[in-house]
């Protein structure tokens, strides 16, 4: 167990359709990194929040946003869905600031657009 | 954009045999780490190099970081069944502050 929560574990939706997938980072974790693993693509970075800011931002579509909570729980939004958004989406925490350190992961939260 | 290559993308040996996993980039990166995955699982930390030229052992498995900083390898001695599953390489700095950048990775599959 990494310390990291995300739901839900699952979601099946449809096309053009909204979801929001939540993550509680480890305790005492200020970064929170998103990702999405695909079979073509691999893992893929989307975007990083340190304590509540936004920090770094990767290949992430305009249809998806992410937030960090003054808790520091942070959630993806993924709207307008495509087929070929289906993907296993990671979230993984650390303790500092980013390029340094450990990444704890989540289990993923595995999305499947019909 | 920063990319790092690994290969073999898929590896499948008898146990008891060696084998190495290959991380390359043409990009310099601050440090390096590999991650192991198993199915229905997040990735998990194996180990983190960051001096050029460093080698690193854990147990049967020995980490490199190139000289340059812009490759790794992964070598695993007497592979085990138990050491079935996605290795990923993944690397911190350069231009892409904050951002891990990951590999495709690669699937070894141990037979016993």
């Known amino acids: 167990d990494s310390g990291v929560t995300q739901t839900p574990k699952h979601l099946i939706t449809a096309t053009g359709q909204r979801v929001t997938l939540r993550c509680s980072p480890r305790?005492?974790?200020?970064?929170v990194y998103w990702y999405q693993q695909s079979l073509d693509q691999g893992l893929q970075f989307l975007i990083q929040y340190y304590n509540g800011e936004e920090r770094a931002k990767g290949n992430i579509l305009e249809r998806f946003s992410a937030q960090q909570f003054p808790d520091l729980h942070s959630e993806l939004n993924l709207s307008s869905l495509e087929l070929g958004d289906s993907a296993l989406y990671f979230c993984?925490?650390?303790?500092?600031?980013?390029?340094?350190?450990?990444?704890?992961f989540g289990e993923g939260s595995r999305l499947t657009v019909l | 954009t920063q990319l790092l290559e690994q290969s073999p993308q898929f590896l499948s040996i008898q146990e008891g045999e060696n084998l190495t996993v290959y991380c390359n980039s043409s990009s310099v990166f601050s440090s390096l780490q590999w991650y192991r995955q198993e199915p229905g699982e997040g990735p998990v930390l194996l180990v983190t190099v960051v001096t050029g030229g460093e080698v690193k052992k854990l147990k049967r498995l020995t980490f490199q970081f190139g000289d340059a900083r812009k490759d790794s390898s992964l070598h695993i001695t007497a592979a085990q069944p138990g050491d079935t599953g996605l290795y990923l390489c993944a690397g911190f700095g350069g231009t892409s502050y904050g951002k891990l950048t990951f590999g495709q990775g690669t699937i070894l599959t141990v037979h016993p």
């Open positions: 305790s005492g974790d200020l970064s």
């Open positions: 993984a925490s650390s303790v500092g600031a980013p390029n340094t350190g450990e990444l704890f």
